[in-house]
Antibody
Framework: QVHLQESGPGLVKPSETLSLTCTVS??????????FNWIRQSPGKGLEWIGY???????NYNPSLKSRVTISVDASKNQFSLKLSSVTAADTAVYYC????????????WGQGTLVTVSS | EIVMTQSPATLSVSPGERATLSCRAG??????LAWYQQKSGQAPRLLIY???TRATGIPARFSGSGSGTEFTLTISSLQSEDFAVYFC??????????FGQGTRLETK
């Protein structure tokens, strides 16, 4: 059974960089069969796909966030990470990591989610 | 970006009755559509993919149908644990992957 777990600060100041890590167990982040994603959920915007990393290096981002997002992978720790720069209050959300199948991008496993609040 | 529109926003149904939830895509997504259930304080859970295929462990009372731009999730006989928020998601034309705004299924 695949398990994903988010970790990182729950409070980030405006204009700073939000950093989260997702630890994967029961499967490899290096697998070419899956995309490893970040998705967020805020009351105002519902579920928003942020981006994914694939095959230990290829990435793809939501055009609306692309200029501020970096997703990277640490295969030695079976983790992948999210960095979102220049955050504002609009970036306050529950952030989920999730696995999607490469052949059809629906999310079959999700982390429990972590709330990140942007506030001074 | 493909806009996904769900209706109604809230659906009130009695336990044991049938619930029908709708999802409309702004352009054809073929059958590249998934449905998720989300309970309060939990992550979404995959119910249906490829418009009509139930995910592992999902009860037979959940069924999906549709293609192109019109999709339906039907819960044939509502159980107490089915009252939750349901989202649709397209994966036909991306990035970005896009989700509907959700339908809240509540007890009548």
């Amino acid at each position: 059974q695949v398990h994903l777990q988010e970790s990182g600060p729950g409070l980030v100041k405006p204009s700073e960089t939000l950093s989260l890590t997702c630890t994967v167990s029961g499967g490899s982040v290096s697998s070419s069969n899956y995309y490893f994603n970040w998705i967020r959920q805020s009351p105002g915007k519902g579920l928003e796909w942020i981006g994914y990393i694939y095959d230990s290096g290829s990435s793809n981002y939501n055009p609306s966030l692309k200029s501020r997002v970096t997703i990277s992978v640490d295969a030695s720790k079976n983790q992948f990470s999210l960095k979102l720069s220049s955050v504002t209050a609009a970036d306050t959300a529950v952030y989920y990591c999730a696995r999607m199948r490469a052949v059809a991008a629906f999310a079959d496993f999700w982390g429990q989610g972590t709330l990140v609040t942007v506030s001074s | 970006e493909i806009v996904m529109t769900q209706s109604p926003a809230t659906l009130s149904v009695s336990p044991g009755e049938r619930a029908t939830l709708s999802c409309r895509a702004g352009q054809s997504v073929s059958t590249n559509l998934a449905w998720y259930q989300q309970k309060s304080g939990q992550a979404p859970r995959l119910l249906i993919y490829d418009a009509s295929t139930r995910a592992t462990g999902i009860p037979a009372r959940f069924s999906g149908s549709g293609s192109g731009t019109e999709f339906t999730l039907t819960i044939s006989s509502l159980q107490s644990e089915d009252f939750a928020v349901y989202f649709c998601q397209q994966y036909d034309n991306w990035p970005p992957i896009t989700f509907g705004q959700g339908t809240r299924l509540e007890t009548k």
